[in-house]
């Protein structure tokens, strides 16, 4: 059974999955009871650290790992208690691609996309059609008959991906597929996954340890820590409000944020701070950008806004981001201004200050806690 949340069509739903390997030196709990819905047509994107269960979770979907408990569901098939046979028939449904290509060296591009259509009862002019149709898709037709050894990293993974979509799946699986890529390869190879998914409207799956990948393309997040679920959401979201301290790690790498508390805790920036100034982060989200905060704030409290520091990112096309600003006035003033920001929606967090607003009500103290 198929089940509708939010308006869209769950084509996987994972339900409390457990997964237990058992090693020499006792038993490692990779998953410990992840539940997820991933709509059909979405890029979906599980980030984590080495460790944290997003490579585990991954093969289950497709049961190359067989979790110890719970049901992975994908199209309205339970693929858990599926026969050998429709296990098989079922998985030809579900593309995956890997970080190292996985390629046989020993064919050439034609065959190694042509090879998932083998006993497919395609003509040769049938199958030589379709394998050309998916290089040209993927970019690289004109390497047809190039063997894997004579390709760049880039071009092998297009490869991958085409040999991954010869089947016509409804879901790819994509398994640290930029890791091994430089960043400019790794653009390219993003771009063509985003115009795969647009094209064919095929559900993509990706695993990264890697923020800048989710910011690039996936429209929901997973944060894995320990074996299980940390934090879920629509990635503007998950960006703009991180709630489990491992996401808020991950999105200080897109942000620089370790950097800017660095400088902030220099000593020229101590000199800079004057009895009544404060330093503070203001973060928005697009639901708070477009007005002009930082000029409201100075008319109306009639204090002085330097920035000192800003990085914004387009994340679905809305801008996310944060300011360091010096905060100069009167301490009363600098905690109201405070307060309207939050008000708004636009958190503050106060990096420092000579306790200018530490005695304010308890109205305006919430806002700067």
């Known amino acids: 059974m198929q089940v509708a949340v939010n308006g869209g069509r769950i084509l996987i739903q994972l339900c409390d999955l457990k997964k237990t390997f058992v090693i020499k030196s006792g038993r490692v709990e990779a998953l410990k009871g992840v539940t997820l819905h991933i709509k059909a047509g979405q890029i979906f994107g599980i980030i984590g650290y080495s460790g944290a269960g997003k490579s585990t979770l991954l093969r289950c979907i497709n049961l190359l790992e067989r979790p110890t408990s719970g049901t992975v569901t994908v199209n309205g098939k339970d693929l858990t208690v599926l026969t050998p046979k429709e296990l098989c028939q079922s998985r030809e449904k579900i593309g995956m691609i890997f970080q190292n290509f996985n390629l046989m060296r020993s064919r050439n591009v034609f065959q190694n996309v042509a090879y998932p259509l083998k006993g497919k009862g395609l003509t040769k002019v049938q199958q030589e059609a379709k394998v050309l149709k998916l290089l040209e898709l993927v970019g690289i037709r004109e390497k047809v008959q190039a063997y894997p050894a004579q390709l760049s990293g880039g071009q092998k993974q297009r490869v991958a991906i085409a040999r991954a979509l010869a089947n016509d799946p409804e879901v790819l699986l994509c398994d640290e597929a930029t890791s091994a890529l430089d960043p400019q390869t790794t653009q390219s190879i993003l771009r063509l996954l985003e115009d795969i998914n647009r094209k064919l409207r095929i559900t993509i799956v990706i695993i990264t340890h890697e923020m800048h990948v989710v910011k690039e393309i996936c429209q929901q997040v997973a944060v894995m ?87 914004i990112e387009l994340i679905q096309g809305m801008p996310v981001g944060n300011l360091v600003v010096k905060l100069s006035g009167v301490p009363e003033n600098i905690a109201k201004a405070i307060a309207y920001l939050a008000k708004q929606e636009i958190p503050v967090e106060v990096l420092q200050d000579a306790g200018n607003i530490q005695n304010m009500d308890a109205q305006c103290h919430q806002f700067v806690s």
């Open 225 to 311: 820590d320990a074996g299980i679920i940390v934090e879920e959401g629509e990635v503007r979201s998950v960006f703009a409000h991180p709630q489990a301290q491992v996401t808020k790690d991950f999105i200080a790498t897109v942000f620089q944020r370790d950097r800017t508390e660095k400088l902030v805790a220099g000593k020229e920036f101590g000199q800079s701070v004057n009895e009544n100034d404060v330093l503070a982060r203001i973060s928005f989200s697009d639901s708070g950008s477009s007005d002009a905060f930082i000029s409201i704030i100075a008319r109306l409290f009639k204090i002085d806004t330097a920035i000192l520091f800003g990085n």
